[in-house]
């Protein structure tokens, strides 16, 4: 459990602490522009996005260990590289391989803790590691912003002792897990489809507060994503084996949590980027004091991940998860209400960020939970096709925030936190609508 947290909570994290670090690095390499610098975060959001399914597909047949271990291997090694980049293109070429690894390693974490622990433990097991990856993308600002106090080398820096100690203790502890001999190898061509879907669907999404949605780049880049998304769906109905089975969304559950997460993660991307923005460029804090007080979510969002498997026993997944995506639309209605030009953190943005650590506690660990309703054997796979759905709104919740606050204005950031509310309330919406039927 611990091997398989830490290196779900290392990949997941990357993906988070750098927001607050942009400045420094964009510092450190004089002559950059500020379209250049964000590619240390689009890179990595578009290829660990594109890579998640490919790679938990291969994993089940592959072996789901091998798989892990080689992912940390290059998560690790890459990481050493961003911390010694001497330049900016370094620096984006690696963040773009550490997100090969980190693909290779958050959907196997999950289909690896299915097969280590007994059936009655799954849901306690999965809504650890779920809570996890809640912590990881609260804890991305605060730890961000004590790194960079330091240096911002450090954010990659850290990665590498944790990873060699995990690949360490991986080969030691962890199973191995594959699909029988002479299963299906999965198929190439939707493989590729797929990939080329997400990534095309990600960088428009990235790239269309700077070019413009309207501009023909922007337009045919959405077109491309479009073509290939339809050929992939394709493949899913006719090819033999294609890399995401149409089988995975027979169970509502499923269907209802990978609709969800794409949702939450748009609203809950913008409630990250947009605290840490507001209090530097509004207030006028320090990434060290802006990261520090987002703090209260990161350690609310601990308090109830811990608690996720006996919430969920009491609960259902269902009425954890509801509560979780309207407790973010309630903290987007609280701080339009009450954030305003002067500083006032207690009572403006404080008890918003408590709302969210309840948000990013409660709501996350039951979605992912939702990958142990599969069949065993396509439970690295279902993980993966959730962990898309997250990368793919997360992209386009920064997207919108970007476009939504070209000056650092209260005026936009309500904008966006309006945005953040309608996310959290249409989350609800499907997870109500798709909710399991009872039968006597």
């Known amino acids: 459990?611990?091997?398989?947290?830490?290196?779900?909570?290392?990949?997941?994290?990357?993906?988070?602490?750098?927001?607050?670090?942009?400045?420094?690095?964009?510092?450190?390499?004089?002559?950059?522009?500020?379209?250049s610098v964000s590619w240390i975060l689009s890179a990595y959001a578009i290829v660990f996005a594109a890579v998640l399914v490919p790679a938990g597909r291969i994993a089940d047949h592959w072996g789901r260990k091998k798989m892990l271990l080689s992912g940390v291997a290059l998560f690790t090694l890459?990481?050493?590289?961003?911390?010694?980049?001497?330049?900016?293109?370094?620096?984006?070429?690696?963040?773009?391989?550490?997100?090969?690894?980190?693909?290779?390693?958050?959907?196997?974490?999950?289909?690896?803790?299915?097969?280590?622990?007994?059936?009655?433990?799954?849901?306690?097991?999965v809504g650890l590691w779920a809570g996890v990856g809640a912590i990881a993308a609260s804890a991305g600002p605060p730890v961000g912003g004590l790194l960079v106090t330091l240096d911002w080398r450090w954010i990659f820096l850290i990665n590498v002792p944790v990873g060699i100690a995990t690949l360490v203790a991986g080969a030691l502890l962890l199973p191995e897990v594959r699909q029988p001999k002479g299963a299906a190898v999965p198929d190439a061509a939707s493989a590729l489809a797929l990939l080329l879907a997400v990534s095309l669907l990600v960088l428009a999404t990235v790239?269309?507060?700077?070019?413009?949605?309207?501009?023909?780049?922007?337009?045919?880049?959405?077109?491309?994503?479009?073509?290939?998304?339809a050929a992939t769906v394709e493949r899913t109905l006719r090819a033999k084996?294609?890399?995401?089975?149409?089988?995975?969304?027979?169970?509502?559950?499923?269907?209802?949590?990978?609709?969800?997460?794409?949702?939450?993660?748009?609203?809950?991307?913008?409630?990250?980027?947009?605290?840490?923005l507001f209090m530097q460029e509004v207030w006028h804090f320090s990434p060290l004091r802006a990261g520090v007080s987002i703090a209260p979510a990161p350690l609310t969002s601990i308090a109830f991940a811990m608690n996720a498997g006996p919430i969920q026993h009491r609960l259902g997944r269902t009425a954890p998860a509801v509560t979780g995506t309207l407790a973010m639309a309630?903290?987007?209605?609280?701080?339009?209400?009450?954030?305003?030009t002067t500083p006032d953190y207690w009572g403006g943005m404080f008890p918003g960020l408590i709302l969210v650590g309840l948000a990013g506690g409660l709501t996350q660990a039951p979605l992912f939970a939702a990958a142990g309703t599969l069949a065993p054997e396509r439970a690295t796979t279902g993980s993966a096709v959730l962990?898309?759905?997250?990368?793919?709104?997360?992209?386009?919740?920064?997207?919108?925030?970007?476009?939504?606050?070209?000056?650092?204005?209260?005026?936009?950031?309500?904008?966006?936190?309006?945005?953040?509310?309608?996310?959290?309330?249409?989350?609800?919406?499907?997870?109500?609508?798709?909710?399991?039927?009872?039968?006597?």
């Open 1 to 35: 459990m611990a091997v398989l947290g830490a290196v779900a909570f290392m990949a997941q994290l990357d993906f988070f602490v750098v927001n607050v670090a942009l400045d420094g690095i964009g510092q450190s390499f004089p002559g950059t522009s500020v379209a």
């Open 78 to 125: 890459t990481s050493a590289v961003a911390a010694a980049a001497p330049s900016l293109s370094v620096l984006v070429g690696a963040r773009a391989l550490q997100a090969v690894g980190a693909a290779m390693i958050v959907p196997t974490s999950l289909g690896l803790l299915y097969p280590s622990f007994p059936e009655r433990q799954h849901t306690l097991v």
């Open 207 to 229: 790239q269309g507060p700077g070019w413009g949605w309207t501009d023909l780049r922007t337009v045919a880049l959405f077109a491309a994503a479009a073509l290939a998304a």
């Open 241 to 276: 084996a294609p890399v995401i089975e149409k089988q995975l969304f027979a169970g509502r559950q499923f269907t209802a949590a990978t609709a969800a997460l794409f949702l939450f993660s748009a609203g809950f991307a913008i409630v990250l980027l947009s605290t840490a």
């Open 330 to 340: 309630l903290a987007a209605g609280y701080w339009i209400a009450s954030v305003h």
């Open 387 to 440: 962990n898309m759905s997250r990368q793919i709104g997360s992209a386009v919740g920064v997207a919108l925030l970007v476009a939504l606050t070209p000056q650092a204005t209260t005026t936009g950031f309500d904008h966006a936190w309006s945005v953040q509310a309608g996310a959290g309330i249409a989350a609800a919406g499907a997870l109500l609508a798709l909710r399991p039927r009872h039968t006597p």
